[in-house]
C-alpha cells in the first residue's frame, strides 16, 4: 500500500482506526447489562445466556488470523471495509431479531466482522504511523479506546436500556460505523502485496475447535448435565484441533506462519493476552451479574456503577504510554498484571463481606482498571514490537486470537464454577479465581523476558534476528 501524506495519517485516520477499535470492544462488553432483558423477551436460561456473548467472542477469535492473512496479502484498507460492512448488517440483524437463534447467528457474524476488523485497523496503523514514539502513541490512543469500549461498553447498555428495548444496543452500531467510514476517507484505497493461498481450512478447524470446548463447559455447568452432549463436546474438541493441527502443518498455507512463533516478544503478548481476557475480560461478566443479581441494581445503575472502571482504565494506558519509553516491557506487564490481580482480590473481599458500593467495590474497580489499561497497551506494544513490516495483520491479529480465545474459554469455564444460580459465595470464589489468573501473567513476563530489557522506544530488529541479549 502506498504511503499516505502525512495530513492524511493523522488525526483523522487515527479516529478511524480507534473508532473501530471502540466498536469491537463495545459490542464485547454492551450485552451483559442486557442479558436479563433479552433472556426474558427470548425465553433464554441464565447458562444459555453465556451463548450471547460467546457466539461473538468465539467467531472474532476463530476469524481473526484470517483477517491477518487477508489484511496482509490485500491490504487492511479493503478488509477495513469489507468488515465495517459485515458489522453493519449483522448488527442491524441482531437489532431486528425474534428468534434465539436468529440473535445468536447475528452475533456470530459480528465476531467474523469484528476478527476481519481488528488485524486490518492493526496492519494501517502498523503502515501509517512508523516504528517508534508515533507508533507508540497510536497504539496507546487505539488502547485507550479499546480498553475503555470495555468498561463504556456497560455504561451504554444501562444507559440504553433505560430508555429503549435492549435491541438498540445492536442498532447503535450503525451511527458509529457511519462516522468511522467517513474519518477514513482516502485511506481506505489501495493494495497490498499479493500472497495466496489463504488457510481458509486451518481457519474453521480452529474456530469449531474453540466453539466446542465452550458448548463442553456449559453444559458442564447446567444442574443436570447430559452426558451425550458433554461426550460429543469433548469429541468435537479433539477432533477439530487435531484436524487444525493436520491443516496448520500440511495445508497449502499455514494459519500461523512458523517464522511468527520464533519471535519471542510476539510469544510472550500471545500468553498474556489470553490471560488477560480471561480474568479482566470476565470481570464485566461477574460484576454485573453481580450488581444485578445480589445487589438488585437496574440496568442503568448497573452501568453507571461502571463509569469509575472506565476512568481508571484510560489512565492505566496513559501511564502505560508514558512508562513504555522508560521502562522495559518486563516491568511493565508485570506491574500491570499484579495491579490488577490484587484489584480482583480487593472485588473478592468487598463481596465477602457486602460492604457498601463505596467503600467496598469502588476500590477493587479502580485498582484492577489501572492494572488492565495498563496490561492493554502493554500486550500490543510488545505484541507489534519485532514483527516485519509484511506481517503486521497477521502477528497483531495473532495476539488478538489468544486474547478472545482465552475469554471464551475462560468465561465458560467461570460459568461452570459459578453453575446456573451464583450466589454471594459462588460470586467470591469467581473472582479469585479471576485474580489468580491475571497474577499467573506476571511470572510469564518476567521469565521469558527476563534476558531482555525490551523498552517501547528501542530498536526494532526483524524476525529471525539473535533477540536473546540485552536491549
Do not use: K
Request: proline share 5%.
Amino acid at each position: 500500500m502506498p504511503p499516505l501524506d502525512p495530513p492524511t495519517a493523522g488525526p483523522r485516520l487515527l479516529t478511524a482506526l480507534a473508532g473501530a477499535q471502540l466498536l469491537v470492544a463495545l459490542d464485547f462488553s454492551v450485552i451483559y447489562v442486557a442479558l436479563p432483558d433479552i433472556g426474558e423477551s427470548l425465553r433464554f436460561s441464565e447458562v444459555s445466556l453465556q451463548w450471547i456473548v460467546s457466539a461473538y467472542a468465539i467467531f472474532f477469535a476463530g476469524f481473526l488470523l484470517l483477517g491477518g492473512q487477508l489484511t496482509d496479502a490485500f491490504g487492511g484498507g479493503r478488509v477495513y471495509l469489507a468488515a465495517q460492512a459485515l458489522f453493519a448488517v449483522s448488527s442491524l440483524a441482531a437489532g431486528l431479531s425474534q428468534e434465539v437463534w436468529s440473535l445468536i447467528a447475528a452475533r456470530a457474524c459480528q465476531g467474523i466482522g469484528a476478527g476481519l476488523l481488528v488485524p486490518a485497523t492493526l496492519g494501517l496503523l502498523s503502515t501509517f504511523y512508523p516504528a517508534g514514539p508515533r507508533r507508540d502513541r497510536a497504539l496507546s490512543v487505539w488502547g485507550t479506546t479499546g480498553a475503555a469500549g470495555l468498561a463504556l461498553g456497560v455504561v451504554a447498555g444501562g444507559g440504553l436500556l433505560a430508555v429503549a428495548s435492549w435491541r438498540w444496543i445492536f442498532l447503535v452500531n450503525l451511527p458509529i460505523i457511519a462516522v468511522c467510514l467517513a474519518a477514513a476517507g482516502g485511506a481506505m484505497h489501495g493494495r497490498g502485496r499479493e500472497r495466496t493461498p489463504i488457510a481458509l481450512p486451518a481457519t474453521l478447524s480452529a474456530s469449531a475447535a474453540v466453539t466446542s470446548l465452550v458448548l463442553l463447559f456449559t453444559e458442564l455447568s447446567r444442574a443436570r448435565t447430559s452426558v451425550p452432549v458433554a461426550a460429543a463436546a469433548a469429541g468435537a474438541t479433539v477432533l477439530t484441533a487435531g484436524l487444525f493441527a493436520v491443516t496448520q502443518r500440511r495445508g497449502a498455507g499455514p494459519l500461523i506462519p512458523t517464522t511468527l512463533l520464533r519471535v519471542p516478544t510476539l510469544r510472550v503478548a500471545c500468553g498474556v493476552a489470553a490471560l488477560y481476557m480471561a480474568s479482566f475480560g470476565a470481570e464485566f461478566y461477574l460484576v454485573t451479574l453481580y450488581l444485578q443479581l445480589e445487589r438488585g441494581y437496574e440496568a442503568l445503575e448497573a452501568g453507571l456503577a461502571f463509569l469509575p472502571l472506565a476512568a481508571a482504565i484510560i489512565v492505566g494506558n496513559t501511564l502505560a504510554g508514558f512508562l513504555a519509553g522508560r521502562w522495559s516491557l518486563r516491568a511493565l506487564l508485570s506491574t500491570a498484571f499484579l495491579t490488577g490481580a490484587f484489584g480482583l482480590l480487593a472485588l473478592a473481599v468487598a463481596v465477602s463481606v457486602s460492604g457498601g458500593y463505596a467503600p467496598g467495590i469502588l476500590p477493587g474497580l479502580l485498582l484492577s482498571g489501572v492494572g488492565q489499561g495498563m496490561a492493554f497497551t502493554g500486550m500490543f506494544i510488545t505484541g507489534t514490537h519485532d514483527l516485519p513490516q509484511e506481517s503486521n495483520g497477521t502477528g497483531s491479529a495473532l495476539v488478538t486470537t489468544a486474547q478472545y480465545t482465552g475469554g471464551s474459554v475462560g468465561l465458560a469455564a467461570l460459568v461452570v464454577i459459578h453453575g446456573e444460580r451464583p450466589d454471594t459465595s459462588a460470586f467470591v470464589l469467581g473472582f479469585c479465581v479471576t485474580a489468580a489468573v491475571a497474577a499467573a501473567a506476571v511470572p510469564i513476563a518476567l521469565y521469558f523476558l527476563a534476558r531482555r530489557r525490551v523498552s517501547a522506544h528501542s530498536a526494532r530488529r526483524p524476525v529471525g534476528s539473535d533477540t536473546g541479549g540485552q536491549r
